[in-house]
């Protein structure tokens, strides 16, 4: 059984890594699964959040709906970043589960700056917890 301070952090190290994989990926110009790894980076820093917080989600949607609802609609994290998270949750549906759905270079290289920019705001919030 881990605290939730250790999971919290384990958590934010998943993000990190799955930040790194989205970079060699789309430099290798894999960029349906780069857009994988960039949602799972917002997935896992996102659960980083909530756990701190004493919040429970069972779901990959349960997660994006708390994110939205508690940093998104109060202003934590500009709105911005909750369209990122939102539009990485439905690139990576599609690029994982429908046939003949390509991410391009164009649409997911510029996410991965955001996606980096989205972990150190949360980082920054999960830190003044």
């Given at each position: 059984s881990y605290s939730k301070e250790e999971l919290s952090k384990y958590r934010?190290?998943?993000?990190?890594?799955?930040?790194?994989?989205?970079?060699?990926l789309g430099a290798s110009g894999y960029w349906n699964t780069t857009a994988n790894r960039l949602y799972y980076s917002c997935f896992y820093i996102a659960s980083a959040y909530l756990v701190i917080n004493d919040f429970q989600a069972n779901t990959h949607a349960g997660?994006?709906?708390?994110?939205?609802?508690?940093?998104?609609?109060?202003?934590?994290i500009e709105s911005s970043k909750g369209l990122l998270y939102n539009r990485l949750f439905n690139l990576r549906q599609d690029a994982d589960y429908r046939d003949y759905s390509d991410?391009?270079?164009?649409e997911i290289e510029p996410m991965i700056e955001q996606v980096e920019e989205l972990i150190q705001q949360m980082v920054d919030l999960i830190d003044k917890k």
């Amino acid at each position: 059984s881990y605290s939730k301070e250790e999971l919290s952090k384990y958590r934010i190290e998943r993000s990190r890594e799955s930040l790194e994989e989205a970079k060699i990926l789309g430099a290798s110009g894999y960029w349906n699964t780069t857009a994988n790894r960039l949602y799972y980076s917002c997935f896992y820093i996102a659960s980083a959040y909530l756990v701190i917080n004493d919040f429970q989600a069972n779901t990959h949607a349960g997660i994006k709906r708390i994110f939205n609802k508690e940093l998104v609609s109060t202003n934590l994290i500009e709105s911005s970043k909750g369209l990122l998270y939102n539009r990485l949750f439905n690139l990576r549906q599609d690029a994982d589960y429908r046939d003949y759905s390509d991410v391009t270079q164009k649409e997911i290289e510029p996410m991965i700056e955001q996606v980096e920019e989205l972990i150190q705001q949360m980082v920054d919030l999960i830190d003044k917890k």
